[in-house]
Nanobody, 125 residues
């Protein structure tokens, strides 16, 4: 099984920045990776996704221009730099892996996808 252990969340003031990391372990092939978030009482929301090669990037509408996803395959790790954070960004952020970005853009994964345990991001106003 692919194990994803994301980290980097925390408490930050509005306008601040955080950098999330998600190393992957276990049997892991050429997966796309990304981030999905969910706030209490709200549905899952696609944050960002990156193809295995790093050549294809996708962002949710509210994240464009503020978040930047990247990956280092030599470390089997995906990163997400989050700038200009807003209170509305407060949520649990989950690292995800799947065969393609498309499967995670709706907030769900294929049967072969993997979820991390989540890291909490809290943005104060």
């Amino acid at each position: 099984q692919v194990q994803l252990v994301e980290s980097g969340g925390g408490l930050v003031q509005a306008g601040g920045s955080l950098r999330l990391s998600c190393p992957a372990s276990g049997r892991y092939g050429s997966y796309a990776m990304g981030w999905i978030r969910q706030a209490p009482g709200k549905e899952r929301e696609f944050v960002a996704g990156i193809s295995w090669s790093g050549g294809e990037l996708h962002y949710g509408d509210y994240m464009k221009g503020r978040f930047a996803i990247s990956r280092d395959n030599s470390k089997s790790t995906v990163y997400m730099q989050m700038d200009s954070l807003k209170p509305e960004d407060t949520a649990g952020y989950y690292c995800v892996a799947d065969f393609g970005i498309e499967s995670m853009m709706s907030g769900v994964l294929s049967d072969f996808g993997s979820w991390g345990q989540g890291t909490q991001v809290t943005v104060s106003s």
